[in-house]
């Protein structure tokens, strides 16, 4: 959907990507562009195609066999990797090429099927299934060069790390945060981490586990700074405790939505990114969203906006951000037993200190930095 030139920009983004996750990892390789198509060389087949599926914007991922692009050649070695591979089951060969042949695909298909099959009829009783095959060889035929492989690793889809702008993500340690930011990162933005330490109003390890998402969240982007900024809020949630009834999480949400812009300014960041989903809690619910939003003239994206907790949870195992906790999180103890559901703008603004904006500037600029891939993070003063 992209123009060449903005397909171009993104496919050496990607190609930059996956090198740096193939060099974090140990794994030896060199990756070379071609079009629509990145090719990992001189490495574990199957180590690389494990961190090219962990890239944002891969599709898929293969290991793969290189072979000229011949019919005897490409026969040969589909002829070889049969009798490596194949025990039972109905099989099939799908051939794609691009480029001048003096052959086309439906033929590699035919010639390749029948090696297959010459190759394996000794030893097992093999059956073609070009509809539901159980077995699936794949021959992608280039002008220069043809490939052999059988597996589809599926990678996360969406777009390479850093053809959008960043995002500041909220990230609180619960499990839906993480999964936004997640989310974020996989249409392509780079996200900066922000955590508030709500103090007493914060559980003990709400931090820990904030940190521990982030380090998580950075496996996947080594080549991107993922220093959390963590805002020291207790006194400040304290104060709205204290000082406002029924809209307090409203204007709550407002003070971080205010922080959040701060460091975004500060960070060149353009949108804010949050685990919010409509009526998961009484601050979520359409109107009470549409209230939090003025607080900020950012955008606030929220990927998890429609999805109900199932699916959320599920997205959290699969990326391994989800903690199972117990523990009564620190929200609920700073919520009044009666919070607004059905928020109105100049309430809320009425009822809360009009220093807001102010808390907020002071707190974002007083933030400290924890480094999530550091030894446990490693907390710095700014
Ligand atoms: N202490 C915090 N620090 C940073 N962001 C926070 C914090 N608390 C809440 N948020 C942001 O606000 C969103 C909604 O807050 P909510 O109270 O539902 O969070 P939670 O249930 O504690 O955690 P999560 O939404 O991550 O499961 C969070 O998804 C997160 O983006």
Redo the contacts with the bound molecule.
Sequence with gaps: MKSSRVQGKMEQRLAENIEALLADRGIPGSVERQWGRLVIRETDPDAAADAASDAFGVVSASPARSVTPEMDDITGVLAETARDAYTEGAFAVDARRAGEHDFTSEDVGRVGGQAVWEAVEDAFDPEVDLDDPDVTFSVEVRAEEAFVFLENREGPGGLPLGTQNPLVA???G????PV?AYLGMKRGAPIIP???D?GPF?GPD?EARAVETVRRLADFAPNYDMTVRRVAAGEYAQRLHDEVGKTRMLSYRRF?YMVAEEIAHETGAVGIV???AIG??SS?TTTNLGVVDRATSLPVHRPLLTMDKQEIIALARDLDTYRDSTMN?G?ERLAPNSPETKGSHAATIDAEPDALPEWARAAAQSATTIDPRGELGEVDAR
């Design positions: 909220l990230v609180s619960g499990i839906d945060s936004a922000v955590y508030l709500l914060g709400h971080m949050t685990g919010e998961q809690k979520q999180v929200c």
